[in-house]
T-cell receptor, first 113, second 115 residues
Framework: AQSVTQPDIHITVSEGASLELRCNYS??????LFWYVQSPGQGLQLLLK??????LVQGIKGFEAEFKRSQSSFNLRKPSVHWSDAAEYFC???????????FGTGTQLKVEL | DAGITQSPRYKITETGRQVTLMCHQT?????MFWYRQDLGHGLRLIYY???????DKGEVPDGYVVSRSKTENFPLTLESATRSQTSVYFC??????????????FGPGTRLTVL
């Protein structure tokens, strides 16, 4: 069965600083990978996704993520964080066929002004 | 309005009561899912449905019942609510093509408190 690890429960960065949120997955084949963001009291919004092809994917709000097969990772990055990026971020993995997504436990991002 | 909606958005109930959470989508998506979100656990799948009248258990199905008589609706029922079912519940849906890649679209969530 697949699994997802987000090793950082909380991260605090200063506004304007760069950001990297870590995500590691466990799955025998190439998975489908997702990053979602959840603002307080809101639902989940899809930031970006990886299915195949170029391992660097661009998403909304200036986010990008890189799939590294050798490290089983799909880390999320943003070059300059804005205060409005404060939220909880979830990495998820899917194995196709309409099956479930497996989510990590989330990383809470705090942005200091 | 188009999209996926959940009702109610907030619900407080008492232990032992039956509660039904509603999920409605206007995309005619084949797949629908129910997740619960708890601190330290992320989102965990409760039940999912591949089409009307086809449902299957997820990771944490105990204490929950689902039905899907119409493609657009996927209600989740807590037959006898317990405090451990206090959580935020998310419904999601996926079309057949998107489902092949596990791309799901989420509703706004229902915050349920069981006293």
């Amino acid at each position: 069965a697949q699994s997802v690890t987000q090793p950082d429960i909380h991260i605090t960065v200063s506004e304007g600083a760069s950001l990297e949120l870590r995500c590691n997955y466990s799955y025998g084949a190439t998975p489908y990978l997702f990053w979602y963001v959840q603002s307080p009291g809101q639902g989940l919004q899809l930031l970006l996704k990886y299915f195949s092809g170029d391992t660097l994917v661009q998403g909304i709000k200036g986010f990008e993520a890189e799939f590294k097969r050798s490290q089983s990772s799909f880390n999320l990055r943003k070059p300059s964080v804005h205060w409005s990026d404060a939220a909880e971020y979830f990495c998820a993995v899917g194995t196709g066929g309409g099956n479930k997504l497996t989510f990590g436990t989330g990383t809470q991002l705090k942005v200091e002004l | 309005d188009a999209g996926i909606t959940q009702s109610p958005r907030y619900k407080i109930t008492e232990t032992g009561r039956q509660v039904t959470l509603m999920c409605h989508q206007t995309w005619s998506h084949s797949y629908m899912f129910w997740y619960r979100q708890d601190l330290g656990h992320g989102l965990r799948l409760i039940y999912y449905s591949a089409a009307a009248d086809i449902t299957d258990k997820g990771e944490v199905p105990d204490g929950y019942v689902v039905s899907r008589s119409k493609t657009e609706n996927f209600p989740l029922t807590l037959e006898s609510a317990t405090r451990s079912q206090t959580s935020v519940y998310f419904c999601a849906s996926s079309g057949k093509l998107a489902a092949a890649y596990n791309e799901q679209f989420f509703g706004p969530g229902t915050r349920l408190t069981v006293l």
